[in-house]
Protein backbone atom coordinates (compact mmCIF):
# COMPACT_ATOMS: atom_id res chain seq x y z
CA UNK A 1 0.00 0.00 0.00
CA UNK A 2 1.27 3.51 -0.78
CA UNK A 3 1.84 4.87 2.28
CA UNK A 4 1.48 8.63 3.62
CA UNK A 5 2.26 10.11 7.26
CA UNK A 6 1.20 13.04 8.26
CA UNK A 7 1.01 14.88 11.91
CA UNK A 8 -1.84 14.15 14.15
CA UNK A 9 -2.94 17.43 14.91
CA UNK A 10 -2.43 21.28 14.39
CA UNK A 11 -3.37 24.37 15.98
CA UNK A 12 -4.13 27.66 14.59
CA UNK A 13 -5.73 31.41 14.81
CA UNK A 14 -7.92 32.63 12.21
CA UNK A 15 -6.36 34.79 9.74
CA UNK A 16 -3.42 32.54 9.90
CA UNK A 17 -1.64 30.69 7.04
CA UNK A 18 -1.31 27.06 7.95
CA UNK A 19 0.90 24.63 6.07
CA UNK A 20 0.27 20.65 6.81
CA UNK A 21 3.03 18.58 5.36
CA UNK A 22 2.69 14.54 4.22
CA UNK A 23 5.56 12.32 3.78
CA UNK A 24 5.19 9.96 0.80
CA UNK A 25 8.53 8.22 0.35
CA UNK A 26 7.86 5.52 -1.79
CA UNK A 27 5.34 7.35 -4.08
CA UNK A 28 5.58 6.00 -7.57
CA UNK A 29 6.57 8.01 -10.85
CA UNK A 30 2.91 8.14 -12.20
CA UNK A 31 1.25 9.22 -8.55
CA UNK A 32 -0.57 12.25 -8.25
CA UNK A 33 -0.79 13.44 -4.93
CA UNK A 34 -4.42 14.32 -3.74
CA UNK A 35 -5.82 16.27 -0.42
CA UNK A 36 -9.15 15.71 1.16
CA UNK A 37 -11.13 17.88 3.43
CA UNK A 38 -13.38 16.27 6.10
CA UNK A 39 -16.17 18.19 8.59
CA UNK A 40 -18.07 15.79 11.05
CA UNK A 41 -20.34 14.09 9.86
CA UNK A 42 -19.42 14.56 6.47
CA UNK A 43 -17.55 12.44 3.82
CA UNK A 44 -14.27 13.58 3.20
CA UNK A 45 -14.30 16.19 -0.33
CA UNK A 46 -11.59 17.07 -2.79
CA UNK A 47 -9.53 20.32 -2.14
CA UNK A 48 -6.63 19.71 -4.77
CA UNK A 49 -4.24 17.70 -6.41
CA UNK A 50 -0.89 17.56 -8.08
CA UNK A 51 1.85 16.44 -9.29
CA UNK A 52 4.99 18.28 -8.42
CA UNK A 53 6.27 21.85 -8.03
CA UNK A 54 3.04 23.97 -7.07
CA UNK A 55 -0.78 23.88 -7.78
CA UNK A 56 -3.19 26.85 -6.54
CA UNK A 57 -6.58 26.80 -6.40
CA UNK A 58 -9.50 28.77 -5.07
CA UNK A 59 -9.05 27.33 -1.93
CA UNK A 60 -5.54 25.87 -1.05
CA UNK A 61 -2.42 25.70 -2.91
CA UNK A 62 -0.55 22.34 -3.25
CA UNK A 63 3.69 22.43 -2.70
CA UNK A 64 5.49 19.61 -4.33
CA UNK A 65 9.71 19.32 -3.80
CA UNK A 66 11.41 17.86 -6.84
CA UNK A 67 11.94 14.53 -4.81
CA UNK A 68 7.72 14.31 -4.53
CA UNK A 69 8.66 12.63 -1.30
CA UNK A 70 6.49 15.37 0.69
CA UNK A 71 3.86 17.58 -0.30
CA UNK A 72 2.39 20.34 1.80
CA UNK A 73 -1.02 21.77 1.33
CA UNK A 74 -1.29 25.44 2.33
CA UNK A 75 -4.62 26.99 3.51
CA UNK A 76 -3.71 31.09 3.25
CA UNK A 77 -5.52 33.19 5.95
CA UNK A 78 -7.67 30.26 7.77
CA UNK A 79 -11.20 31.32 9.22
CA UNK A 80 -12.71 29.22 11.92
CA UNK A 81 -14.47 27.13 9.17
CA UNK A 82 -11.61 25.42 7.75
CA UNK A 83 -12.05 23.28 11.28
CA UNK A 84 -11.42 19.88 10.15
CA UNK A 85 -9.45 16.94 9.24
CA UNK A 86 -7.29 17.02 6.10
CA UNK A 87 -5.88 13.76 4.27
CA UNK A 88 -3.33 13.10 1.73
CA UNK A 89 -3.71 10.40 -0.34
CA UNK A 90 -0.99 9.34 -3.02
CA UNK A 91 -1.76 7.64 -6.33
CA UNK A 92 -4.71 8.94 -9.51
CA UNK A 93 -6.89 10.73 -6.59
CA UNK A 94 -8.79 7.31 -5.72
CA UNK A 95 -7.28 3.87 -4.75
CA UNK A 96 -5.89 3.16 -7.58
CA UNK A 97 -1.72 3.58 -7.91
CA UNK A 98 1.28 2.03 -9.96
CA UNK A 99 2.69 0.53 -6.89
CA UNK A 100 -0.87 -1.00 -5.59
CA UNK A 101 -3.47 0.70 -3.45
CA UNK A 102 -3.31 3.51 -1.76
CA UNK A 103 -4.79 4.47 1.30
CA UNK A 104 -6.26 7.35 3.69
CA UNK A 105 -4.16 7.36 6.64
CA UNK A 106 -5.69 9.20 10.01
CA UNK A 107 -5.21 12.71 8.29
CA UNK A 108 -4.47 15.58 10.40
CA UNK A 109 -7.04 17.26 12.39
CA UNK A 110 -6.47 21.21 12.48
CA UNK A 111 -8.55 23.51 14.58
CA UNK A 112 -8.75 26.85 13.89
CA UNK A 113 -9.34 29.21 17.16
CA UNK A 114 -10.52 32.99 17.32
CA UNK B 1 -25.31 17.38 -10.55
CA UNK B 2 -26.34 15.43 -7.55
CA UNK B 3 -23.95 14.09 -5.44
CA UNK B 4 -23.89 10.47 -4.09
CA UNK B 5 -26.94 9.47 -2.23
CA UNK B 6 -26.53 7.25 0.75
CA UNK B 7 -29.55 5.35 3.35
CA UNK B 8 -30.29 5.50 5.85
CA UNK B 9 -28.35 8.37 7.40
CA UNK B 10 -28.14 7.05 11.14
CA UNK B 11 -29.01 2.87 12.13
CA UNK B 12 -29.09 1.63 15.95
CA UNK B 13 -29.52 -1.91 16.05
CA UNK B 14 -28.36 -5.30 18.61
CA UNK B 15 -25.58 -7.35 18.02
CA UNK B 16 -25.79 -10.10 16.03
CA UNK B 17 -28.81 -8.50 14.34
CA UNK B 18 -28.38 -7.59 10.26
CA UNK B 19 -28.69 -4.07 8.77
CA UNK B 20 -28.08 -2.98 4.61
CA UNK B 21 -27.02 0.84 3.66
CA UNK B 22 -27.76 1.85 0.30
CA UNK B 23 -25.93 4.38 -1.83
CA UNK B 24 -26.57 5.82 -5.50
CA UNK B 25 -23.52 7.02 -7.01
CA UNK B 26 -22.64 10.27 -9.64
CA UNK B 27 -24.13 9.28 -12.87
CA UNK B 28 -21.51 7.92 -14.70
CA UNK B 29 -19.10 7.14 -12.44
CA UNK B 30 -17.78 3.38 -12.92
CA UNK B 31 -16.63 2.92 -9.83
CA UNK B 32 -18.22 2.51 -6.63
CA UNK B 33 -16.52 2.07 -3.28
CA UNK B 34 -17.76 1.42 0.08
CA UNK B 35 -15.36 2.96 3.62
CA UNK B 36 -15.77 1.76 6.83
CA UNK B 37 -15.04 5.00 9.37
CA UNK B 38 -14.42 4.29 13.04
CA UNK B 39 -14.11 7.13 14.79
CA UNK B 40 -10.91 9.24 15.00
CA UNK B 41 -9.59 6.58 12.11
CA UNK B 42 -9.23 7.47 8.33
CA UNK B 43 -11.85 5.54 5.80
CA UNK B 44 -11.05 1.90 4.96
CA UNK B 45 -11.63 0.83 1.89
CA UNK B 46 -13.68 -2.52 2.17
CA UNK B 47 -14.68 -2.82 -1.48
CA UNK B 48 -14.39 -1.49 -5.11
CA UNK B 49 -16.30 -2.19 -7.91
CA UNK B 50 -15.94 -0.98 -11.65
CA UNK B 51 -19.38 -1.30 -12.87
CA UNK B 52 -21.08 -4.38 -11.23
CA UNK B 53 -17.97 -6.27 -11.17
CA UNK B 54 -15.55 -6.60 -7.67
CA UNK B 55 -12.05 -5.05 -8.01
CA UNK B 56 -11.04 -4.95 -4.86
CA UNK B 57 -12.72 -6.58 -1.20
CA UNK B 58 -9.09 -7.48 0.22
CA UNK B 59 -10.53 -6.06 3.49
CA UNK B 60 -14.06 -6.74 3.42
CA UNK B 61 -14.89 -9.38 6.79
CA UNK B 62 -16.25 -11.80 4.13
CA UNK B 63 -17.72 -14.06 7.01
CA UNK B 64 -20.11 -10.92 8.34
CA UNK B 65 -20.25 -7.64 5.20
CA UNK B 66 -21.53 -8.87 1.77
CA UNK B 67 -21.93 -6.11 -1.02
CA UNK B 68 -23.18 -5.95 -4.44
CA UNK B 69 -23.82 -3.74 -7.12
CA UNK B 70 -26.03 -5.49 -9.84
CA UNK B 71 -26.55 -3.62 -12.57
CA UNK B 72 -23.62 -1.37 -12.22
CA UNK B 73 -25.34 1.55 -10.61
CA UNK B 74 -26.86 1.43 -7.28
CA UNK B 75 -25.22 -1.06 -4.71
CA UNK B 76 -25.69 -2.18 -1.18
CA UNK B 77 -24.11 -3.24 1.64
CA UNK B 78 -24.90 -6.04 3.94
CA UNK B 79 -23.86 -6.85 7.23
CA UNK B 80 -24.78 -9.90 9.39
CA UNK B 81 -24.92 -10.80 12.15
CA UNK B 82 -23.67 -7.42 13.44
CA UNK B 83 -20.86 -7.15 15.79
CA UNK B 84 -20.17 -4.42 18.58
CA UNK B 85 -16.90 -3.56 16.40
CA UNK B 86 -18.83 -2.86 13.44
CA UNK B 87 -20.18 0.61 14.59
CA UNK B 88 -18.84 3.23 12.58
CA UNK B 89 -19.97 5.49 9.71
CA UNK B 90 -20.60 3.61 6.23
CA UNK B 91 -19.33 5.89 3.87
CA UNK B 92 -19.85 5.32 -0.51
CA UNK B 93 -17.91 6.74 -2.80
CA UNK B 94 -17.73 6.94 -6.33
CA UNK B 95 -15.28 8.23 -9.01
CA UNK B 96 -15.13 8.26 -13.04
CA UNK B 97 -13.22 5.00 -14.45
CA UNK B 98 -10.45 4.35 -12.53
CA UNK B 99 -8.69 2.15 -15.38
CA UNK B 100 -7.67 4.77 -17.64
CA UNK B 101 -4.32 5.10 -17.06
CA UNK B 102 -3.16 8.76 -17.14
CA UNK B 103 -6.51 9.86 -15.77
CA UNK B 104 -6.34 12.10 -12.87
CA UNK B 105 -8.97 10.93 -10.11
CA UNK B 106 -11.37 12.28 -8.11
CA UNK B 107 -13.37 10.66 -5.12
CA UNK B 108 -16.81 11.83 -4.54
CA UNK B 109 -17.90 10.95 -1.04
CA UNK B 110 -21.87 10.63 -0.01
CA UNK B 111 -22.48 11.91 3.69
CA UNK B 112 -22.57 8.39 5.17
CA UNK B 113 -24.76 6.14 6.61
CA UNK B 114 -23.73 5.87 10.92
CA UNK B 115 -24.56 2.64 12.64
CA UNK B 116 -24.76 2.17 16.28
CA UNK B 117 -24.53 -1.59 17.09
CA UNK B 118 -25.34 -1.97 21.06
Known amino acids: LAKTTQPISMDSYEGQEVNITCSHN???????ITWYQQFPSQGPRFIIQGYKTKVTNEVASLFIPADRKSSTLSLPRVSLSDTAVYYC???????????????FGDGTTLTVKP | EAGVAQSPRYKIIEKRQSVAFWCNPI?????LYWYQQILGQGPKLLIQ????????DSQLPKDRFSAERLKGVDSTLKIQPAKLEDSAVYLCASSLDSRLAGRTGELFFGEGSRLTVL
Open chain 2, 27 to 31: SGHAT
Open chain 1, 89 to 103: LVGDGTHNTNAGKST
Open chain 2, 49 to 56: FQNNGVVD
Open chain 1, 26 to 32: NIATNDY
